[in-house]
């Protein structure tokens, strides 16, 4: 079995190639990737083929998918932050390009489409937890193509009959998670600021919660996905439902590097929401046997894998 991972030179997508060569029924994963985020070295070691390229070229996409049995689409532009600033461009990353990814796997032999959305679409919706089934409220750019992205793919199986299967990733983790830029994911521009000795920045009080992840976790909920052809033509989060403020986060670290980083307080920042836990009963129905790795069995995971990369590396 041939599968194309968009974005599969990223954090998530480098993770999850492994993930995928780990299993007899996978022979050959391309990443198309076109680099912008993601780096030729997190694919080293492996028999990843590494196709750079962009998912906005239909030449590009119909040469990557030809003979492949599935897609896990990726590839965007991430962080909230960053649609803030530059709202178009995560509109065509992420909205378009995930039309241009679904029209290539129709022409590909209506192939099998898993896509990755967000938690982000929940939004300024507070009730707790998130189930697929309450009001969507998106409060960035990210978030609105974030939801165009799971709304083009649902609708491609209703009106195509493309087997499709969206997933609302919420603040996922682990190792090849890059940091020391502005738009860093929460938990290593806190693990890098606190090995570098400078403070963390915590926007707010701290006390706001999130629905960690651990990309081991999600890679392997992804690659019974693929085997297994799962479908859905409803959104699933991918989430075990825990919550935990950046807070408690911070201590748990602390316990696991074994001195207790500074803190600075800033403003919050536009579009983040205040919390975040997901109700997890539909991916339980798709997946019963899959097991969560504990928040602080993966904060540990990640903390030894910063300490292996050279200082420049991590900046």
């Known amino acids: 079995m041939k599968v194309v991972v968009t974005g599969g030179a990223g954090f998530i997508g480098a993770n999850l190639g492994r993930e995928l060569l780990a299993r007899p029924e996978i022979s050959h994963v391309v990443a198309l ?35 492949a049995s599935g897609v896990v689409h990726l590839a965007a532009r991430p962080s909230v932050p960053r649609s803030v600033k530059d709202p178009m461009a995560s509109h065509h990353a992420n909205a378009t390009g995930t039309l241009e990814v679904l029209q290539a796997a129709r022409r590909a032999g209506n192939i099998h489409v898993i896509v990755a959305s967000s938690s982000s679409v929940y939004g300024a ?28 793919a649902i609708s491609f199986g209703h009106t195509y009959d493309l087997p499709v299967l969206a997933f609302r990733f919420f603040n996922v983790y682990g190792p090849l998670q890059p940091a020391g830029h502005a738009y860093a ?10 090995l ?21 976790t999600l890679t392997k909920v992804i690659a ?26 911070i201590q748990l670290m602390a316990d ?5 980083p500074t803190v600075e307080h800033t403003d919050p920042r536009a579009g983040d929401v205040s919390d975040s836990q997901a109700d997890n009963s539909r991916l339980r129905a798709h997946f019963p046997e899959i097991e969560a790795v504990p928040l602080t069995e993966g904060v540990r995971a990640t903390i030894d894998w910063f300490r292996t990369l050279p200082d420049h590396q991590k900046s």
């Open 33 to 67: 990737d076109d680099l912008s985020t993601g780096l030729r070295s997190n694919l080293k070691g492996t028999d990843i083929e590494l196709v750079e390229d962009t998912i906005l070229s239909p030449d590009a996409l119909d040469k990557a998918f030809s003979g």
């Open 125 to 152: 919706n507070r009730e707790l937890p998130k189930r697929e089934a309450m009001r969507t409220a998106p409060i960035s750019p990210y978030a609105v193509s974030k939801q165009a992205t799971e709304a083009y």
């Open 185 to 194: 994911a929460v938990l290593p521009a806190f693990i890098d600021a606190a």
């Open 196 to 216: 570098r000795g400078t403070p963390l920045q915590v926007h707010g009080d701290g006390e706001q919660t999130r629905d960690f992840t651990y990309i081991g």
């Open 224 to 249: 019974d996905a693929v085997v297994r052809r799962v479908t859905d033509l409803e959104p699933v989060n991918l989430a075990f439902g825990s919550r935990t403020s950046l807070n408690e986060l």
């Open 256 to 260: 696991s590097l074994g001195f207790q």
